[in-house]
């Protein structure tokens, strides 16, 4: 056998085990102190009362032979399906039952959608990123290049129309810096994809956050979208669903044999998410749960604020916060992202994400999240005001 030699051209990500490293280390020589991690990419709050109980009823459904389920339908129950569609609904998006496959999250369909493409694909992909976009595309052996997300287009890249790419990531709001794209933005994208055939793979995980009605939370909100995007979208950060993994991606039929190739995909190499976990999902999209995720989120999103006000006090230059549970800032006093790294954890003992850990363009830059607790936000962010202010 020859192994896929496709995983040679893998870069080593050495970010988060650098950080466990360094904040191991840091703690070990100043046990008296106590550090704050503001560098957390996982959703802390609880589950909402609405899907615990929604959980514990198909629980216990299971255990009685009349409400047994067994396999499901591999792209999901309707009963959460209409859920979704409704969903969309109410943002004036019309959407099919079978354009709707329900997944065990973003990331798992994010990698596997790359099933329907050729490998001569080029692929474009924004820098700073979510990782996985590349990585998928490496170990196909697919070609991928970079759209530059810098501080003059507010790290949201526009369109280059020299640029060949077939197929291309949106992420927005973006991980990990927070920025999201309006409407006029995006009808950009669209054109060029739609001129040039190409598809757009848009990943809508935090479309909750965005709090401004005018700025688009599906990208078939825009016209032409349904002609040229596929849409990936979870409830991990939408509502604590992190451990517990559902999410949907929406395959327009539009988009031609793509809609039926999926369905084939995933019935050939997906059995579907579990009975108990579609019925939690559902109670998201119920009156209550609908309530109850808000009340997080805004929990999110006032850390969110806090972080943002103190950075404008201390005129550091930053984008995302306000439609996003992610910061972005311009490290103060032109330290590189590894040296604000250190510099926040000996001094402050707040630890971060280096931007640099996301691509060429991070470096210089920094992450922080919002998905501390409020306590320790508001520490936190009181000592970096000493520092900076
Ligand atoms: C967290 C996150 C997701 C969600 O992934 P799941 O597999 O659904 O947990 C998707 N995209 C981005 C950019 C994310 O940060």
Request: aromatic residues 12%; proline residues 4%.
């Amino acid at each position: 056998m020859n192994i896929n030699k496709n995983y040679e051209n893998l870069e080593q990500s050495y970010l988060f085990s650098t950080i466990a490293h360094k904040v191991n280390d840091f703690v070990a020589k100043n046990p008296d102190k106590k550090v704050i991690r503001l560098g957390i990419g996982d959703v802390t709050l609880p589950l909402c009362k609405a899907v615990t109980d929604a959980l514990h009823k198909a629980v216990d459904e299971m255990g009685v032979q009349s409400t047994f389920r067994g396999y499901g339908p591999e792209q999901g129950y309707d009963f959460l399906r209409e859920k979704v569609q409704k969903y969309y609904q109410n943002r004036n998006v019309e959407l099919d039952l079978d354009e709707i496959f329900i997944s065990d999250g973003a990331k798992s369909d994010l990698g596997n959608i790359l099933d329907l493409f050729d490998k001569d694909n080029t692929v474009l992909v924004p820098d700073p990123v979510y990782p996985v976009y590349v990585d998928t595309n490496i170990m196909a052996g697919r070609k991928v290049i970079f759209a530059n997300a810098n501080e003059e287009n507010n790290f949201l890249p526009t369109v280059d129309k020299d640029i060949n790419a077939d197929i291309i990531y949106i992420c927005s709001p973006n991980n990990p810096t927070g920025a999201v794209y309006n409407k006029a933005q995006l009808v950009e994208w669209i054109r060029y994809a739609l001129e040039r055939k190409a598809a757009i793979l848009f990943d809508a995980a935090y479309e909750c956050f965005v709090s401004d009605e005018n700025l688009p939370r599906s990208i078939y909100e825009i016209e032409g979208a349904k002609e040229c995007a596929i849409e990936f979208c979870s409830l991990s950060k939408t509502a604590g669903f992190t451990g517990t993994r559902c999410g949907y991606t929406i395959v327009p039929r539009s988009l031609g044999k793509l809609n039926k190739m999926w369905l084939r995909r995933q019935t050939t190499k997906f059995n579907g998410v579990p009975y108990i976990v579609q019925r939690g999902a559902e109670a998201v999209f119920s009156e209550e749960g609908q309530k109850e995720i808000k009340e997080n989120i805004n929990y999110y999103k006032d850390n969110a604020k806090i972080i943002s006000d103190t950075l404008n006090r201390c005129n550091i230059w930053h984008v995302g916060g306000k439609h996003s549970p992610y910061i972005w800032l311009k490290c103060p006093n032109n330290m590189n992202s590894w040296e604000f790294f250190d510099y926040l954890l000996n001094n402050a003992q707040i630890v971060g994400t280096p931007g640099a850990g996301f691509g060429r363009n991070g470096e210089g830059y920094f992450r922080l999240t919002s998905f501390g607790s409020r306590e320790n936000t508001i520490e936190a962010m009181q000592r970096f005001e000493k520092l900076f202010n």
